[in-house]
Nanobody, 113 residues
Framework: QVQLVESGGGLVQAGGSLTLSCTAS????????MSWHRQVPGKQREFVAI?????QTKYADSVAGRVYISRGVRTIQLTMRSLEPEDTALYYC?????????WGQGTQVTVSA
């Protein structure tokens, strides 16, 4: 069974940095796409960044220039800098593999002003 586990969330001051990690376990080939999304209570889940393994990473306009993705076959790392209170959200890792979508449980990022 494929499972995703996120880690690295926490409380950080505005202007600070944080790195989130996600690891997928189970039968996964290199032909996959992993991405990060975030959600604030009461709002729709928002796309943050997407990275096909071996392919080009794309970032949401809201975070472009402040975030960076690092990929492994079954890992995706989101490094965020110059964090703002607006970045506060529950961050989810997503895997698209073999026509199926998998989500992690999320890791909370809270940015204080």
């Amino acid at each position: 069974q494929v499972q995703l586990v996120e880690s690295g969330g926490g409380l950080v001051q505005a202007g600070g940095s944080l790195t989130l990690s996600c690891t997928a376990s189970g039968p996964i080939s290199a032909y996959n796409t992993m991405s990060w999304h975030r959600q604030v209570p009461g709002k729709q889940r928002e796309f943050v960044a997407i990275s096909p393994f071996g392919g080009q990473t794309k970032y949401a306009d809201s975070v472009a220039g402040r975030v960076y993705i690092s990929r492994g076959v079954r890992t995706i790392q989101l490094t965020m800098r110059s964090l703002e209170p607006e970045d506060t959200a529950l961050y989810y890792c997503k895997l698209l593999h073999d026509g199926k979508t998998f989500w992690g449980q999320g890791t909370q990022v809270t940015v204080s002003a």
